[in-house]
């Protein structure tokens, strides 16, 4: 491992001179976006969009940890990584501000009770480019220096701030000094980074309200530079989109004045942006980074139908009216996608090179045979068996499946309202049916270290299991959950379930990746699963818990017949694609949010 750099404490370096330097010959020439706005028709923002006027996009976490170095927490990550690769895939001009997080956070299970290490790392690991430092304030130190690395990956300009002891992502609790410091290193120091470059960003996304800082400085600058204050203001709140995940205003963390006058207005040059932001906090001096995303940006999103519209309903701008959120539902990249199948989606004209559905998609799919689904879902799953040898399963020992054996999995973040212990209703029941279909289950997922409740949960689980002779060869739960498991099952599983509490989950992309290489889906009405009426998947609903659960093993049972029956299989997965190939895909997204900025 490379040492901690030292404090860089020379002046800054020239930022202009050595970005041209690293664009030189790549940025040029960019036909392959053209060709993309010509097949979205927007031609019209050939001029807008480019590589001196490029998307800023500021984010807390991306998950991209092989290429990057930095593990997000969950789905918010993923969605930033999968930006990332599909604007290198289009040649969309995109600038990506987030902090290079100092440590990454392992699970370890011993004897079925949790464990969390830490692992240190620095950017020179990753390949990074140095560029030189930032600084921002704080009242008790006048200068934090941070490190500022880049990556330049065709037309996808990632930068990172970086300090030695920056810590891990979403250490500390949503309303901490810490987590502030975080929120202010992206939004301050990531701003300084693109005023330094000369960049003039005309659409500026927050990828949720905690990198509202980014626009913070926008407006301070633009006021800076002379602008009157309202002016500013507008023009902000023009380009501006606030990406929301989270479902309840009243959920979100909350700071309190104090801690803005210590770390938020040392940033800030000019007292009419100061007032402004005073005059946002409540009469107990609170203020949610949600209010204030609300305020700066003209436009916000949900990022499915429903989880749009119950946002228009929960959220509330500074003087409590409701606030309207468009939908623009997450889409996947290609990473997801086992590339046989991706080159079946191409051959048979379902997708265009950039990975938009054709306009006879529908006809397309109906071109997939049963031949060529089995030997897609073989290598599927000789390419899950090869990861797996390389994971560790509750008992610490690589799992391999055998040919023949059919594979449930339930891959998530281990929150209640995910359900993932809902298959564990009646052990008994399970018992029986993976039994008599030769079936496995493989559940990962990591609980949030503070949840007493769900790390107890999993723990009664896998004690359960390992006291059953055949639930302990059938029931596999795969440490350390991260991307390249979530992959290898999206990409070597039979069936996914997917049972959240209807109405909590605000997108959700594990499924998508599931449809996209050809697996059945056991689901509720949920996320962005519901952006298609009436369902075309196994759908689980219910009026309550056990209801739902008793539907969730018939189900089971169900999926298990459609496997072993070819024609029910291919009528079954042609049938999932058609609904949703369109949504899944990440350059229907940008599209979308394209045309959201630009109208
Ligand atoms: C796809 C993915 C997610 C997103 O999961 P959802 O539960 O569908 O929101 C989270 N974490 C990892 C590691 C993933 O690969």
């Known amino acids: 491992m490379a040492p901690d750099p030292s404090p860089d404490n020379q002046l800054p370096l020239d930022f202009k001179l050595i970005f041209n330097e690293l664009k030189k010959g790549q940025f040029a020439k960019r036909p392959e976006f053209m060709e993309f706005l010509n097949a979205i028709g927007r031609q019209d923002l050939a001029d807008t969009i480019t590589d001196q006027t490029p998307w800023l996009y500021l984010t807390q976490e991306i998950y991209r940890e092989k290429e990057f170095g930095i593990m997000g927490g969950g789905g918010l990550g993923v969605l930033a990584g999968d930006m990332t690769r599909v604007a290198e895939k289009i040649g969309l001009p995109l600038i990506v501000i987030t902090p290079f997080y100092s440590e990454k956070i392992h699970q370890k299970l011993s004897d079925f009770h949790h464990d969390y290490t830490a692992e240190k790392v620095v950017p020179s690991e990753f390949g990074y480019t140095k560029i030189g430092s930032i600084e921002i304030s704080t009242l008790a130190y006048s200068s934090v220096p941070l490190e500022v690395h880049v990556k330049l990956r065709n037309s996808m300009l990632l930068v990172t701030l970086y300090e030695p002891n920056i810590g891990a992502v979403y250490s500390g ?64 709140r023009q380009s501006t989109i606030y990406t929301n995940h989270t479902l309840l205003q009243a959920a979100e963390g909350e700071f309190h004045y104090s801690q803005f006058q210590s770390m938020v207005f040392p940033n800030i040059k000019n007292k009419s942006v100061i007032d402004w932001l005073s005059w946002q906090f409540t009469i107990d001096s609170k203020v949610k980074l949600s209010t204030l995303a609300i305020e700066l940006s003209g436009k916000r999103n949900g990022v499915s139908i429903l989880h749009s519209n119950i946002s228009s309903e929960n959220y509330r701008n500074r003087d409590g009216n409701p606030v ?80 023949g054996e059919k594979v449930f999995d339930i891959k998530r973040r281990l929150v209640s309202y995910k359900r993932a212990k809902m298959i564990f209703k009646d052990p008994d029941r399970l018992l029986e049916i993976i039994k008599k279909h030769n079936a496995h289950i493989i559940i990962s997922g990591k609980p949030h270290s503070g949840d007493i409740e769900m790390v107890g949960d999993l723990f009664n689980i896998l004690t359960m299991v390992a006291d059953n002779p055949i639930l302990k060869d059938r029931i596999h739960y795969i440490q350390n959950y991260d991307e390249e498991i979530g992959q290898a099952l999206a990409i070597g599983g039979d069936c996914a379930i997917n049972v959240p509490i209807v109405g909590q989950e605000a997108c959700g992309t594990s499924w998508m990746k599931d449809l996209a290489n050809l697996k059945l889906l056991i689901s509720t009405t949920d996320g962005g699963v519901a952006d298609i009426q009436p369902p075309v998947y196994l759908e689980v609903s219910g009026n309550f818990y056990d209801q739902e659960a008793e539907m969730l093993y018939q189900r089971i049972e169900e999926a298990c017949n459609i496997l072993d029956n070819d024609e029910l299989l291919r009528e079954q997965i042609i049938k999932q694609l058609k609904a949703y190939l369109p949504i899944l895909s990440g350059s229907r997204m940008i599209r979308d949010y394209l045309n959201l900025r630009f109208q």
Request: hydrophobic share 40%; proline share 3%; charged share 25%.
């Open 173 to 236: 609790e949503s309303g901490s000094d810490h987590r502030l410091y975080h929120e202010i290193v992206t939004g301050f120091g990531g701003y300084k980074v693109i005023k330094q470059l000369g960049i003039n960003p005309p659409l500026i996304q927050m990828n949720e309200a905690c990198t509202v800082f980014g626009v913070i400085a926008r407006l301070d600058d633009l006021v800076s530079s002379g602008m009157e204050f309202y002016t500013a203001l507008e023009q902000v």
């Open 324 to 403: 309207k959120f468009d939908a623009v539902t997450n889409g996947i990249s290609d990473f997801w996608i086992q590339p046989r199948m991706l080159d079946q989606y191409y051959e048979i004209g379902a997708i265009d090179k950039f990975g938009l559905p054709t306009e006879n998609y529908a006809e397309a799919i109906e071109k997939l045979d049963i031949s060529t689904i089995r030997a897609i879902k073989d290598s599927g799953r000789a390419f899950m068996n090869e990861t797996l040898a390389n994971k560790m399963n509750q008992y610490g020992r690589p799992l391999r499946i055998a040919e």
